[in-house]
T-cell receptor, first 107, second 115 residues
Framework: KNEVEQSPQNLTAQEGEFITINCSYSVGISALHWLQQHPGGGIVSLFMLSSGKKKHGRLIATINIQEKHSSLHITASHPRDSAVYIC?????????FGTGTSLTVIP | KAGVTQTPRYLIKTRGQQVTLSCSPI?????VSWYQQTPGQGLQFLFE???????NKGNFPGRFSGRQFSNSRSEMNVSTLELGDSALYLC??????????????FGAGTRLSVL
């Protein structure tokens, strides 16, 4: 059983659509991260959350600690948003990662 | 400010050999973490160093080791390479320790192929 589950695994959207990626975790955490990985491997940290909601440009991340669930929203999606989005949590001295959601935004 | 630099970018080795990968963190960052990424297992945490001390370690065999120098640069070593060690190895640096406390900045990774 994976400590971090993401859905969907793959997502294709038309440019301009509103996108939601979900992350559920089964362990107690001190923080949750959303990462973006573009083809070629480079990873960018988008958000670090321990409660509530954060917004950066067209990206919004929310977390519900009681329900052990987080969502990443992309408003007005654009082809440059095409990437793999990975949810990551820290539990004690261990780090756990979701398997990622591969997003393709079609012009 | 320069980002996290990993060298080499690509590496091909044969089974049984050993390999050393290098990571130079962002200037001023004292924490370096290493991760392995494979198509089958996804991202997995290897270890975390802060001020030359290993703070945390993931569930990897003892063939995987690392160290951090006084200038915060870090190396990881894999001995007796196996085919399953073929992966993208990512290094990330942060000001403090752990994902929980600081945003991590990732390098471009070293892609290791074991033949």
């Amino acid at each position: 059983k994976n400590e971090v589950e993401q859905s969907p695994q793959n997502l294709t959207a038309q440019e301009g659509e509103f996108i939601t990626i979900n992350c559920s975790y089964s362990v107690g955490i001190s923080a949750l991260h959303w990462l973006q990985q573009h083809p070629g491997g480079g990873i960018v940290s988008l958000f670090m959350l321990s409660s509530g909601k954060k917004k950066h440009g067209r990206l919004i991340a929310t977390i519900n600690i009681q329900e052990k669930h987080s969502s990443l929203h992309i408003t007005a999606s654009h082809p440059r948003d095409s990437a793999v989005y990975i949810c990551a949590v820290r539990n004690g001295n261990q780090f756990y990662f979701g398997t990622g959601t591969s997003l393709t935004v079609i012009p | 400010k320069a980002g996290v630099t990993q060298t080499p970018r690509y590496l091909i080795k044969t089974r049984g050999q050993q390999v050393t990968l290098s990571c130079s963190p962002i200037s001023g960052h004292r924490s370096v973490s290493w991760y392995q990424q494979t198509p089958g297992q996804g991202l997995q945490f290897l270890f975390e160093y802060f001020s030359e001390t290993q703070r945390n370690k993931g569930n990897f065999p003892g063939r995987f080791s690392g160290r951090q120098f006084s200038n915060s640069r870090s190396e990881m070593n894999v001995s007796t390479l196996e085919l399953g060690d073929s992966a993208l190895y990512l290094c990330a640096s942060s000001l403090g320790t752990g994902l929980a406390k600081n945003i991590q900045y990732f390098g471009a990774g070293t892609r290791l192929s074991v033949l």
